[in-house]
Protein backbone atom coordinates (compact mmCIF):
# COMPACT_ATOMS: atom_id res chain seq x y z
CA UNK A 1 0.00 0.00 0.00
CA UNK A 2 1.72 3.35 -0.81
CA UNK A 3 1.72 6.41 1.65
CA UNK A 4 -1.96 7.89 2.16
CA UNK A 5 -0.24 11.59 2.86
CA UNK A 6 0.57 11.05 -1.24
CA UNK A 7 -3.27 10.86 -2.16
CA UNK A 8 -5.08 13.75 -3.97
CA UNK A 9 -8.58 14.04 -4.44
CA UNK A 10 -10.23 15.61 -7.26
CA UNK A 11 -13.88 16.87 -7.53
CA UNK A 12 -15.38 15.41 -10.92
CA UNK A 13 -19.31 15.87 -11.08
CA UNK A 14 -20.18 13.99 -14.60
CA UNK A 15 -22.84 11.94 -15.47
CA UNK A 16 -21.73 8.13 -15.85
CA UNK A 17 -23.41 8.10 -19.27
CA UNK A 18 -22.77 11.71 -20.28
CA UNK A 19 -21.17 10.51 -23.57
CA UNK A 20 -24.56 8.93 -24.10
CA UNK A 21 -26.40 11.49 -23.33
CA UNK A 22 -24.28 14.34 -25.74
CA UNK A 23 -25.12 11.85 -28.43
CA UNK A 24 -29.00 11.87 -27.30
CA UNK A 25 -28.95 15.60 -27.78
CA UNK A 26 -27.60 15.97 -30.92
CA UNK A 27 -30.34 12.73 -32.22
CA UNK A 28 -32.61 15.17 -30.44
CA UNK A 29 -31.80 18.26 -32.51
CA UNK A 30 -31.74 16.22 -35.55
CA UNK A 31 -35.56 15.19 -34.78
CA UNK A 32 -36.76 18.84 -34.32
CA UNK A 33 -35.31 19.70 -37.43
CA UNK A 34 -36.78 17.39 -39.19
CA UNK A 35 -40.59 17.76 -36.82
CA UNK A 36 -40.38 14.30 -36.25
CA UNK A 37 -41.82 12.52 -33.10
CA UNK A 38 -40.08 10.10 -32.22
CA UNK A 39 -41.00 7.36 -29.20
CA UNK A 40 -38.82 4.78 -27.53
CA UNK A 41 -40.81 1.88 -26.52
CA UNK A 42 -39.40 -0.67 -23.59
CA UNK A 43 -40.85 -3.55 -22.17
CA UNK A 44 -40.25 -7.05 -21.02
CA UNK A 45 -39.76 -9.70 -24.21
CA UNK A 46 -42.91 -10.54 -25.66
CA UNK A 47 -45.04 -7.89 -23.62
CA UNK A 48 -46.61 -6.96 -27.16
CA UNK A 49 -44.33 -3.77 -28.73
CA UNK A 50 -44.16 -5.30 -31.85
CA UNK A 51 -47.83 -6.30 -31.89
CA UNK A 52 -48.92 -2.96 -30.67
CA UNK A 53 -46.88 -1.00 -33.31
CA UNK A 54 -48.52 -3.44 -35.81
CA UNK A 55 -51.77 -2.44 -34.63
CA UNK A 56 -50.54 1.12 -35.16
CA UNK A 57 -49.23 1.42 -38.20
CA UNK A 58 -52.23 -0.03 -39.81
CA UNK A 59 -54.22 2.89 -38.39
CA UNK A 60 -51.50 5.88 -38.66
CA UNK A 61 -49.96 4.23 -42.31
CA UNK A 62 -52.24 5.82 -44.46
CA UNK A 63 -52.17 9.58 -43.17
CA UNK A 64 -48.86 9.51 -41.48
CA UNK A 65 -44.83 8.81 -42.78
CA UNK A 66 -44.45 6.04 -40.11
CA UNK A 67 -40.61 4.22 -39.83
CA UNK A 68 -39.61 1.91 -37.23
CA UNK A 69 -36.71 0.68 -35.82
CA UNK A 70 -36.70 -2.87 -34.16
CA UNK A 71 -34.01 -3.31 -31.58
CA UNK A 72 -33.25 -6.90 -30.96
CA UNK A 73 -30.16 -8.72 -29.90
CA UNK A 74 -30.85 -11.75 -32.61
CA UNK A 75 -33.32 -12.04 -36.21
CA UNK A 76 -34.64 -9.42 -38.32
CA UNK A 77 -38.14 -10.94 -37.38
CA UNK A 78 -40.05 -7.89 -35.80
CA UNK A 79 -38.38 -5.81 -38.84
CA UNK A 80 -40.33 -7.81 -40.98
CA UNK A 81 -43.68 -8.00 -39.67
CA UNK A 82 -43.20 -4.25 -39.79
CA UNK A 83 -42.43 -3.99 -43.42
CA UNK A 84 -44.96 -7.03 -44.37
CA UNK A 85 -47.67 -3.69 -43.38
CA UNK A 86 -45.49 -1.59 -45.98
CA UNK A 87 -44.13 0.48 -43.44
CA UNK A 88 -40.23 0.97 -43.71
CA UNK A 89 -38.44 -0.81 -40.55
CA UNK A 90 -34.57 -1.36 -39.88
CA UNK A 91 -33.84 -3.85 -37.64
CA UNK A 92 -30.94 -2.62 -35.09
CA UNK A 93 -28.95 -5.98 -34.09
CA UNK A 94 -27.11 -5.18 -31.07
CA UNK A 95 -24.79 -8.29 -30.52
CA UNK A 96 -25.79 -9.25 -27.42
CA UNK A 97 -26.52 -5.34 -25.56
CA UNK A 98 -29.66 -5.82 -23.49
CA UNK A 99 -30.66 -2.03 -24.84
CA UNK A 100 -30.01 0.46 -27.58
CA UNK A 101 -27.79 3.04 -27.20
CA UNK A 102 -27.80 6.67 -28.94
CA UNK A 103 -24.69 5.71 -31.06
CA UNK A 104 -26.34 2.40 -32.72
CA UNK A 105 -30.06 4.29 -33.38
CA UNK A 106 -27.94 6.94 -34.67
CA UNK A 107 -25.96 3.95 -37.35
CA UNK A 108 -29.37 2.65 -37.65
CA UNK A 109 -31.10 5.57 -38.69
CA UNK A 110 -28.14 6.45 -41.68
CA UNK A 111 -28.55 2.55 -42.56
CA UNK A 112 -32.08 2.76 -42.53
CA UNK A 113 -32.56 6.13 -44.93
CA UNK A 114 -36.10 6.21 -44.70
CA UNK A 115 -36.26 9.73 -45.62
CA UNK A 116 -38.80 12.32 -44.49
CA UNK A 117 -40.78 11.23 -41.24
CA UNK A 118 -43.66 12.12 -39.08
CA UNK A 119 -43.44 9.73 -36.53
CA UNK A 120 -40.61 7.21 -35.93
CA UNK A 121 -41.02 4.68 -33.53
CA UNK A 122 -38.13 2.78 -31.82
CA UNK A 123 -38.63 -0.67 -30.50
CA UNK A 124 -36.14 -1.28 -27.88
CA UNK A 125 -34.38 -4.82 -27.25
CA UNK A 126 -36.83 -6.68 -24.37
CA UNK A 127 -35.90 -5.76 -20.96
CA UNK A 128 -37.57 -3.91 -18.03
CA UNK A 129 -33.93 -2.51 -17.08
CA UNK A 130 -31.38 -1.78 -18.88
CA UNK A 131 -32.56 0.32 -21.69
CA UNK A 132 -34.22 2.63 -18.85
CA UNK A 133 -30.72 4.87 -18.82
CA UNK A 134 -30.20 5.72 -22.41
CA UNK A 135 -31.21 8.41 -23.51
CA UNK A 136 -32.13 7.89 -27.50
CA UNK A 137 -32.72 11.66 -28.39
CA UNK A 138 -37.00 10.79 -28.32
CA UNK A 139 -39.66 12.96 -27.25
CA UNK A 140 -40.89 10.66 -25.24
CA UNK A 141 -40.53 6.97 -23.86
CA UNK A 142 -42.92 4.29 -23.02
CA UNK A 143 -43.11 1.47 -20.80
CA UNK A 144 -45.48 -1.17 -22.28
CA UNK A 145 -46.86 -3.80 -19.46
CA UNK A 146 -48.86 -7.15 -20.49
CA UNK A 147 -51.39 -8.31 -17.76
CA UNK A 148 -49.75 -11.31 -18.05
CA UNK A 149 -46.70 -10.01 -16.19
CA UNK A 150 -48.16 -9.57 -12.55
CA UNK A 151 -49.82 -5.87 -11.11
CA UNK A 152 -46.74 -5.67 -8.79
CA UNK A 153 -44.26 -5.03 -12.02
CA UNK A 154 -44.05 -0.98 -11.60
CA UNK A 155 -42.99 -1.59 -8.13
CA UNK A 156 -39.95 -3.95 -8.52
CA UNK A 157 -39.21 -1.70 -11.93
CA UNK A 158 -39.86 1.24 -10.44
CA UNK A 159 -36.84 3.12 -12.14
CA UNK A 160 -38.93 2.89 -16.06
CA UNK A 161 -42.10 3.79 -14.95
CA UNK A 162 -40.93 6.16 -12.83
CA UNK A 163 -39.31 7.34 -16.24
CA UNK A 164 -41.79 6.70 -18.76
CA UNK A 165 -44.54 9.46 -19.89
CA UNK A 166 -46.61 6.68 -20.64
CA UNK A 167 -47.36 3.52 -19.80
CA UNK A 168 -49.77 1.24 -21.54
CA UNK A 169 -50.98 -1.81 -20.33
CA UNK A 170 -51.33 -4.61 -23.21
CA UNK A 171 -53.19 -7.59 -23.69
CA UNK A 172 -56.24 -6.15 -21.67
CA UNK A 173 -58.35 -9.51 -23.61
CA UNK A 174 -56.56 -11.75 -21.19
CA UNK A 175 -58.13 -9.59 -17.86
CA UNK A 176 -60.71 -12.12 -17.28
CA UNK A 177 -58.72 -15.11 -16.78
CA UNK A 178 -55.67 -13.27 -14.92
CA UNK A 179 -55.90 -12.18 -10.98
CA UNK A 180 -54.42 -8.68 -12.39
CA UNK A 181 -55.38 -5.77 -10.49
CA UNK A 182 -55.73 -2.79 -13.10
CA UNK A 183 -56.73 -0.06 -10.08
CA UNK A 184 -53.55 -0.77 -7.95
CA UNK A 185 -51.52 -1.16 -11.40
CA UNK A 186 -52.79 2.53 -12.40
CA UNK A 187 -52.05 3.64 -8.67
CA UNK A 188 -48.64 2.30 -8.50
CA UNK A 189 -47.84 3.50 -12.22
CA UNK A 190 -49.56 7.23 -10.73
CA UNK A 191 -47.13 7.19 -7.28
CA UNK A 192 -43.90 6.48 -9.46
CA UNK A 193 -44.77 9.13 -12.44
CA UNK A 194 -47.59 11.73 -10.90
CA UNK A 195 -49.49 13.08 -14.26
CA UNK A 196 -47.98 10.38 -16.54
CA UNK A 197 -50.53 8.75 -19.17
CA UNK A 198 -52.11 5.83 -18.42
CA UNK A 199 -53.49 3.63 -21.39
CA UNK A 200 -54.60 0.12 -21.33
CA UNK A 201 -55.01 -1.69 -24.69
CA UNK A 202 -55.48 -5.10 -26.15
CA UNK A 203 -54.46 -5.30 -30.11
CA UNK A 204 -56.24 -8.33 -30.23
CA UNK A 205 -59.75 -6.65 -30.07
CA UNK A 206 -58.35 -3.04 -31.01
CA UNK A 207 -59.70 -1.83 -27.64
CA UNK A 208 -58.11 1.13 -26.30
CA UNK A 209 -55.71 1.31 -29.88
CA UNK A 210 -57.85 4.67 -31.53
CA UNK A 211 -56.70 6.20 -27.71
CA UNK A 212 -52.71 5.32 -27.91
CA UNK A 213 -52.83 6.33 -31.78
CA UNK A 214 -54.80 9.71 -30.98
CA UNK A 215 -52.03 10.33 -28.19
CA UNK A 216 -49.33 9.58 -30.63
CA UNK A 217 -51.38 12.45 -33.41
CA UNK A 218 -52.01 14.83 -30.51
CA UNK A 219 -47.82 14.77 -29.42
CA UNK A 220 -46.64 15.03 -32.82
CA UNK A 221 -49.24 18.20 -33.92
CA UNK A 222 -47.94 19.80 -30.57
CA UNK A 223 -44.29 19.03 -31.53
CA UNK A 224 -44.88 20.57 -35.00
CA UNK A 225 -46.44 23.62 -33.07
CA UNK A 226 -43.73 24.01 -30.98
CA UNK B 1 -26.45 -6.48 -17.71
CA UNK B 2 -25.95 -2.84 -18.69
CA UNK B 3 -23.51 -2.21 -15.61
CA UNK B 4 -20.47 -3.10 -17.31
CA UNK B 5 -20.90 -0.60 -20.20
CA UNK B 6 -21.30 1.73 -17.10
CA UNK B 7 -18.61 0.91 -15.64
CA UNK B 8 -16.27 1.64 -18.48
CA UNK B 9 -17.54 5.02 -18.94
CA UNK B 10 -16.79 5.48 -15.33
CA UNK B 11 -13.32 4.27 -15.69
CA UNK B 12 -12.71 6.70 -19.09
CA UNK B 13 -13.93 9.58 -16.69
CA UNK B 14 -12.03 8.99 -13.72
CA UNK B 15 -9.18 8.44 -16.43
CA UNK B 16 -9.93 11.88 -18.09
CA UNK B 17 -10.06 13.45 -14.54
CA UNK B 18 -6.19 12.25 -13.39
CA UNK B 19 -2.78 13.92 -14.85
CA UNK B 20 -0.98 11.22 -17.32
CA UNK B 21 0.54 7.84 -15.33
CA UNK B 22 -1.78 8.43 -12.38
CA UNK B 23 -2.60 5.67 -10.34
CA UNK B 24 -6.33 5.89 -9.29
CA UNK B 25 -6.90 4.75 -5.81
CA UNK B 26 -10.59 5.46 -5.83
CA UNK B 27 -13.53 6.51 -7.30
CA UNK B 28 -16.41 7.76 -5.89
CA UNK B 29 -19.89 7.74 -7.57
CA UNK B 30 -23.69 8.06 -6.46
CA UNK B 31 -26.00 5.52 -7.72
CA UNK B 32 -30.14 6.57 -7.09
CA UNK B 33 -32.17 3.88 -6.18
CA UNK B 34 -34.30 4.76 -9.55
CA UNK B 35 -31.05 4.44 -12.13
CA UNK B 36 -31.78 1.16 -13.01
CA UNK B 37 -28.05 0.31 -11.63
CA UNK B 38 -27.58 -2.51 -9.00
CA UNK B 39 -24.81 -1.46 -6.77
CA UNK B 40 -24.01 -5.27 -6.19
CA UNK B 41 -23.65 -5.70 -10.27
CA UNK B 42 -22.03 -2.08 -10.50
CA UNK B 43 -19.10 -3.21 -8.21
CA UNK B 44 -18.63 -6.74 -10.00
CA UNK B 45 -18.31 -4.97 -13.15
CA UNK B 46 -15.91 -2.37 -11.68
CA UNK B 47 -13.76 -5.28 -10.66
CA UNK B 48 -13.89 -6.69 -13.84
CA UNK B 49 -13.31 -3.28 -16.07
CA UNK B 50 -10.21 -2.59 -14.01
CA UNK B 51 -8.85 -6.50 -13.78
CA UNK B 52 -5.64 -6.49 -15.52
CA UNK B 53 -5.23 -2.85 -16.55
CA UNK B 54 -3.32 0.29 -15.23
CA UNK B 55 -5.92 0.70 -12.70
CA UNK B 56 -6.24 -2.66 -11.19
CA UNK B 57 -6.80 -2.59 -7.82
CA UNK B 58 -9.02 0.70 -7.94
CA UNK B 59 -11.79 1.21 -5.69
CA UNK B 60 -15.11 1.95 -6.35
CA UNK B 61 -17.11 3.64 -3.57
CA UNK B 62 -21.13 3.91 -4.34
CA UNK B 63 -22.89 6.77 -2.57
CA UNK B 64 -25.90 4.88 -2.74
CA UNK B 65 -29.23 8.08 -3.38
CA UNK B 66 -32.84 6.77 -2.18
CA UNK B 67 -35.61 8.32 -3.92
CA UNK B 68 -37.91 10.57 -1.30
CA UNK B 69 -41.46 10.79 -1.89
CA UNK B 70 -42.79 14.66 -1.18
CA UNK B 71 -46.27 15.85 -0.70
CA UNK B 72 -47.07 19.16 -2.15
CA UNK B 73 -48.83 20.37 1.42
CA UNK B 74 -46.50 18.64 3.92
CA UNK B 75 -43.06 18.29 2.15
CA UNK B 76 -40.85 15.45 2.36
CA UNK B 77 -42.22 12.28 3.70
CA UNK B 78 -39.93 10.42 6.34
CA UNK B 79 -42.58 7.53 6.87
CA UNK B 80 -41.31 5.86 3.58
CA UNK B 81 -39.35 2.65 3.93
CA UNK B 82 -37.04 2.65 1.27
CA UNK B 83 -37.66 -0.16 -1.00
CA UNK B 84 -41.46 0.63 -0.74
CA UNK B 85 -43.77 3.23 -1.88
CA UNK B 86 -46.13 5.37 -0.20
CA UNK B 87 -49.07 6.64 -2.92
CA UNK B 88 -51.10 9.06 -0.41
CA UNK B 89 -49.67 11.09 2.20
CA UNK B 90 -49.90 9.68 5.76
CA UNK B 91 -50.45 13.10 6.83
CA UNK B 92 -53.13 14.72 4.28
CA UNK B 93 -54.06 12.24 2.32
CA UNK B 94 -53.11 13.95 -0.98
CA UNK B 95 -51.16 12.08 -3.96
CA UNK B 96 -47.43 11.72 -3.35
CA UNK B 97 -44.61 13.23 -5.33
CA UNK B 98 -41.20 11.96 -6.22
CA UNK B 99 -37.76 13.76 -6.16
CA UNK B 100 -34.37 11.95 -6.74
CA UNK B 101 -33.38 9.03 -6.81
CA UNK B 102 -32.16 8.76 -11.14
CA UNK B 103 -28.36 10.13 -9.67
CA UNK B 104 -25.44 8.22 -12.06
CA UNK B 105 -22.76 10.53 -11.48
CA UNK B 106 -19.40 10.32 -11.03
CA UNK B 107 -18.73 12.36 -8.08
CA UNK B 108 -14.68 12.29 -7.11
CA UNK B 109 -11.29 10.23 -8.03
CA UNK B 110 -8.75 9.68 -5.51
CA UNK B 111 -5.62 9.21 -6.80
CA UNK B 112 -1.68 8.95 -6.55
CA UNK B 113 0.19 11.01 -9.36
CA UNK B 114 3.55 9.68 -10.89
CA UNK B 115 2.73 5.90 -9.81
CA UNK B 116 6.57 5.11 -10.45
CA UNK B 117 7.75 7.29 -7.39
CA UNK B 118 5.38 6.42 -4.61
CA UNK B 119 4.90 2.27 -5.55
CA UNK B 120 8.34 1.95 -2.70
CA UNK B 121 10.92 -0.02 -3.34
CA UNK B 122 10.73 -2.81 -6.52
CA UNK B 123 12.00 -5.26 -5.20
N1 LIG C 1 -54.03 -12.06 -26.13
C1 LIG C 1 -53.20 -11.13 -26.61
N2 LIG C 1 -51.97 -11.50 -27.04
C2 LIG C 1 -51.17 -10.55 -27.54
C3 LIG C 1 -51.55 -9.19 -27.59
N3 LIG C 1 -50.52 -8.47 -28.10
C4 LIG C 1 -49.54 -9.35 -28.33
N4 LIG C 1 -49.92 -10.61 -28.01
C5 LIG C 1 -49.12 -11.84 -28.17
O1 LIG C 1 -47.97 -11.77 -27.34
C6 LIG C 1 -46.85 -12.38 -27.99
C7 LIG C 1 -45.66 -11.44 -28.02
O2 LIG C 1 -46.00 -10.29 -28.76
P1 LIG C 1 -44.90 -9.37 -29.45
O3 LIG C 1 -45.63 -8.23 -30.03
O4 LIG C 1 -44.04 -10.16 -30.36
O5 LIG C 1 -44.05 -8.91 -28.19
P2 LIG C 1 -42.73 -8.00 -28.15
O6 LIG C 1 -42.83 -7.15 -26.94
O7 LIG C 1 -42.54 -7.30 -29.44
O8 LIG C 1 -41.60 -9.10 -27.95
P3 LIG C 1 -39.99 -8.93 -28.12
O9 LIG C 1 -39.73 -8.07 -29.30
O10 LIG C 1 -39.51 -10.32 -28.29
O11 LIG C 1 -39.52 -8.32 -26.84
C8 LIG C 1 -47.33 -12.78 -29.37
O12 LIG C 1 -47.64 -14.16 -29.34
C9 LIG C 1 -48.57 -11.95 -29.57
O13 LIG C 1 -49.50 -12.55 -30.41
C10 LIG C 1 -52.87 -8.83 -27.14
O14 LIG C 1 -53.31 -7.68 -27.16
N5 LIG C 1 -53.63 -9.85 -26.64
MG1 LIG D 1 -40.87 -7.25 -30.70
ZN1 LIG E 1 -49.43 15.85 2.95
Redesign the interface.
Same mark, same amino acid.
Given at each position: M??ET??????????????NEEQAARLRNRFAAAGTLVVNLISSPGSGKTTLLEATVRRLGASLRCGVLEGDVATERDADRIRALGVPAHQILTGG @???L?ARLVERGLDEAAFGELDVLFIENVG?L??P???DLGEDFKVALLSVAEGDDKP?KY? @??F??AEVTVVTKADLLPHLPFDLDAVR??V?????GGTFLVTSATTGDGVDAWCGLIEARLRAKRNG | MHEMGIALEILRIAGESVPDGARIERVAVAVGELSAVEPELLAAAWEAAVAGGPQAGAALEIDWRPARQTCAACGEIPERVPGSWLRLCPRCGMPLGIEGGGELDVLRVVYVEDAEETDGEVA
Open positions: SCDARVVEVQRRALEA @ACHDNICTNYFP @AISRERGTLRP | -
